[in-house]
């Protein structure tokens, strides 16, 4: 499926349940599978490969927000 195309038909799914206007979009989706991705430990080499980039800084701010909650956490 072309993104043009999931845009679309997220667009139109968001319409229809009454959310359109929260943020809600094509990119949200893939960073928040990335984030779950790195919460459940998975190798940034893997989460690099899924997503695509092949430089560590297009991965790196991801990394950082999931290593920094994993550290709040364990003060707990």
């Given at each position: 499926?072309?993104r043009?195309?999931?845009d ?5 799914v968001?319409?229809y ?25 998975v190798?940034?080499r893997v989460i690099?490969?899924i ?14 927000c999931?290593q920094s909650?994993?550290r ?5």
């Amino acid at each position: 499926m072309a993104r043009s195309s999931a845009d679309w038909l997220l667009d139109q799914v968001l319409v229809y349940a009454g959310l359109e206007g929260l943020g809600i979009n094509t990119h949200s989706f893939r960073r928040t599978a990335l984030t779950n991705l790195s919460n459940a430990r998975v190798s940034l080499r893997v989460i690099q490969k899924i997503n695509g980039h092949r430089a560590w800084p297009a991965c790196s701010d991801i990394w950082r927000c999931c290593q920094s909650r994993r550290r709040r956490r364990s003060r707990l």
